[in-house]
């Protein structure tokens, strides 16, 4: 009898834990798969790493006039507990839009305000008005650093687990190993880190708002994602580069259910920079060594032309999604939407690949090799602009980590995609070997005099080929899974 009842209860229990799995929230899932565990574990070991490349130097340091990125930002925290926000935007004797004018939304300048307090709480004479301007000093240093932690802890990292638990929740094939690597491959990615906690820049709140509006997305909570995204959209306006993704994604879905359907903005639109800035791995810098665009067209007709090429490039994982809107089908839209506002839009900046990168680190246990080459090609990409802010080292040990991470034991292999990682390993290792040799030369061998650019060039040349095939892959994949959703679309009609 005893037995019986032990038998009993046990049965229960399984059937409590199988009714639990299917129809309770994150909580559960948390607990049970251990994930909250393995978040918190490489969420510290990430803070440490963030931590320790913060202590090197930032982009302009002791380099006058105009220093660099950490510069701007502390400006921004200087005006904007100075002055009134009407007048942020607005060029007067107060406001200098020349020295670092701040050209980002509303969301960004209130962000600036907030950090602008806590500096102006424990060193007042790093953001006072006029006097501050270059102000570089160890504790100011500090208390700049701190800032952008715990924006990536506040923001950033709370929009990674929110969209691991949801990526993951009702999948047949998950496994502890397989989330863990999932996280470390989104938190450890080296190029972030080293952008905002070596170069100095705040990328971490946009992008995390950008992951927690497609975890909302895949968790069917259209108005939250809405909400979100506008808000990454209002601290970032290269966070553009997801909106036709967006867009089309949510209108394809309204259709299905047949639902009807100043001066701040001109300090948002930089177009008298010219179409590009340094050497971008993207088509109009990449091909101006042949075509003069700046030389042979006014700013006027290269907005039309970036603006064409932009709409064309992105056009046809917009009409993908709006024919067969899916959750897997919206992260290829936005790996597609941003490489092709990467390659083709106005002003574009090398710090913009951190936007494609964070959709394919979304998908890196689908597409492992994929997440792998773009994070090479993305670091190449920023190489110069890291070594001449002093991160040759952090560089190094990052991308050494990042390796060691990514061919850590017991990781998911099935998911590699199968058109890139049979690539001939000749082909692989031979654009590998290009890779690493333009690393040493750029830190070795002094450019000839005539072209003190050569070997710049040379760096931008290589990223830019991979990431054109990268993006010709990547629409491929995402308009082949329009013939997965029309399959089931007949079964279920069938039914």
């Known amino acids: 009898m005893r037995a019986r009842e032990v038998g009993k209860r046990r049965e229960r229990k399984v059937k409590i834990v199988e009714e639990n799995d299917d129809d309770d929230g994150p909580y559960w899932y948390l607990v049970q798969r251990g994930v909250s565990v393995s978040f918190m574990c490489i969420s510290i070991f990430a803070f440490l790493v963030r931590l320790a490349v913060s202590l090197y130097p930032y982009s302009g340091a002791n380099n006058p006039p105009m220093y660099g990125d950490y510069e701007?930002?502390?400006?921004?925290?200087?005006?904007?507990?100075?002055?009134?926000?009407?007048?942020?935007?607005?060029?007067s004797t107060t406001n200098d839009l020349s020295y670092w004018g701040l050209d980002y939304p509303p969301l960004t300048a209130y962000q600036s305000y907030i950090h602008g307090l806590f500096l102006k709480f424990f060193n007042p004479y790093s953001v006072a008005l006029f006097t501050s301007r270059g102000h570089e000093s160890y504790i100011g240093k500090l208390l700049m650093r701190w800032t952008v932690l715990s924006s990536d802890a506040l923001v950033f990292f709370p929009s990674v687990l929110y969209f691991v638990v949801v990526y993951y929740k009702g999948r047949s094939d998950r496994r502890t190993n397989d989330i863990a690597w999932h996280i470390a491959m989104i938190l450890l990615n080296p190029s972030l880190i080293l952008i905002d906690h070596g170069h100095f820049q705040y990328n971490c709140i946009s992008l995390g708002l950008t992951v927690g509006a497609v975890a909302a997305i895949l968790s069917q909570k259209d108005l939250v994602a809405c909400a979100l995204f506008s808000l990454a959209l209002n601290h970032k306006q290269m966070s553009a580069y997801f909106a036709p993704a967006f867009f089309s994604h949510l209108l394809g879905k309204c259709l299905r259910r047949q639902r009807p359907l100043l001066e701040v903005l001109s300090r948002l639109a930089p177009f008298e920079r010219g179409i590009y800035e340094d050497y971008v791995a993207n088509f109009w810098c990449t091909s101006s060594i042949l075509i003069k665009w700046k030389r042979l067209f006014t700013t006027q007709y290269l907005k039309i032309l970036s603006f064409t090429a932009t709409i064309a490039a992105?056009?046809?994982?917009?009409?993908?999604?709006?024919?067969?809107?899916?959750?897997?089908?919206?992260?290829?839209?936005?790996?597609?939407?941003?490489f092709s506002f990467y390659l083709f839009s106005f002003q574009v900046h090398e710090k913009s690949i951190l936007l494609p990168l964070l959709p394919a680190s979304l998908l890196a246990f689908e597409e492992p090799f994929l997440y792998r080459w773009l994070t090479h090609y993305a670091l190449l990409s920023m190489f110069p602009l890291l070594v001449r802010d002093k991160l040759s080292l952090p560089y190094v040990a990052l991308s050494f980590l990042f390796i060691l991470l990514y061919y850590a034991p017991g990781r998911r292999k099935e998911g590699e995609a199968i058109s890139l990682t049979n690539l001939k390993p000749s082909l692989t290792l031979s654009l590998l070997s290009c890779s690493l040799t333009l690393h040493i030369i750029y830190l070795t061998v002094t450019p000839p005099e005539k072209y003190p650019f050569l070997f710049e060039f040379l760096i931008m040349l290589l990223c830019f080929s991979q990431f054109v095939l990268l993006t010709i892959y990547t629409n491929i994949k995402q308009w082949k899974l329009l013939r997965q959703f029309t399959s089931k679309d007949k079964e279920k009609k069938l039914i």
Do not use: D, K
């Open 314 to 338: 992105v056009l046809p994982s917009m009409v993908q999604q709006i024919r067969a809107p899916t959750c897997q089908g919206f992260l290829y839209g936005l790996l597609n939407s941003s």
């Open 72 to 91: 701007a930002q502390r400006h921004w925290m200087e005006i904007t507990v100075n002055l009134s926000p009407r007048e942020w935007y607005v060029n």
